[in-house]
């Protein structure tokens, strides 16, 4: 697939089948994550792998509890309630596999840094026919130390970019993106 028609076709997909992606594919993703720019040439991210769509569904299961008992600190999140309350939500949408983008501590852009790894990592998915979509909600469960403890998250490692991958049940959703707004072109 052209990097164009990446670019332009890429959305999130929230349906997958539970075909299990190749440790290989995965490995792929991730290198053609670590391709992107980074501030000072510093590099300072790592990776967490999380596969099956069973083990993935239980993380779902813990990340809508704590946010359920969390909510009043997290005022912005008050209209997902009813969704983090549903049983059948699956915040995964059936996902096989989920790949975490930390910041390393010491960066001088780390955010930065590790969004872009984030973009080309979907970009790649994409381009291999493959579905993704960043999981902002899943970051809340990876800041907690026992969360952090269980899958041996270093200290000063940031969750960044909880992005799932897998194999499209469907097309996704076409999301219509607005044009640039240009504040200024000086000719
Ligand atoms: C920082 C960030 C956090 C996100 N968190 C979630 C999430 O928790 N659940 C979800 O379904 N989509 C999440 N998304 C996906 C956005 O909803 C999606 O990118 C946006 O609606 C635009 O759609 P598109 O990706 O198809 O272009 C997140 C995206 C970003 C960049």
């Given at each position: 697939m052209e990097l164009r028609e990446a670019i332009y076709s890429r959305r999130s997909v929230r349906a997958y089948s539970a075909e299990p992606l190749s440790r290989e594919t995965l490995e792929e993703l991730m290198q053609a994550a670590v391709q992107a720019p980074t501030a000072m040439n510093l590099q300072p991210w790592a990776f967490g792998v999380i596969e099956?769509?069973?083990?993935?569904?239980?993380?779902?299961?813990?990340?809508?509890?704590?946010?359920?008992?969390?909510?009043?600190?997290?005022?912005?999140?008050?209209?997902?309630r009813e969704l983090f309350a549903n049983p059948d939500t699956n915040l995964f949408y059936g996902a096989p596999a989920l790949v975490v983008i930390f910041a390393k501590p010491g960066g001088v852009a780390?955010?930065?840094?590790?969004?872009?790894?984030?973009?080309?990592?979907?970009?790649?998915?994409?381009?291999?026919?493959?579905?993704?979509?960043?999981?902002?909600?899943?970051?809340?469960?990876?800041?907690?130390?026992?969360?952090?403890?269980?899958?041996?998250?270093?200290?000063?490692?940031?969750?960044?970019?909880?992005?799932?991958?897998?194999?499209?049940?469907?097309?996704a959703e076409p999301v219509e993106k607005a044009a640039p707004q240009v504040i200024f072109w000086q000719e």
């Open positions: 099956g769509v069973e083990r993935l569904r239980a993380y779902s299961d813990r990340t809508k509890a704590y946010l359920l008992d969390n909510l009043h600190s997290l005022p912005g999140l008050e209209q997902y780390p955010d930065f840094d590790c969004a872009m790894a984030a973009q080309n990592l979907m970009l790649a998915a994409r381009a291999e026919g493959l579905g993704t979509c960043w999981i902002g909600f899943f970051a809340f469960l990876l800041n907690q130390a026992e969360v952090r403890q269980e899958l041996g998250v270093p200290e000063d490692y940031r969750p960044i970019a909880p992005i799932i991958v897998g194999h499209p049940l469907q097309p």
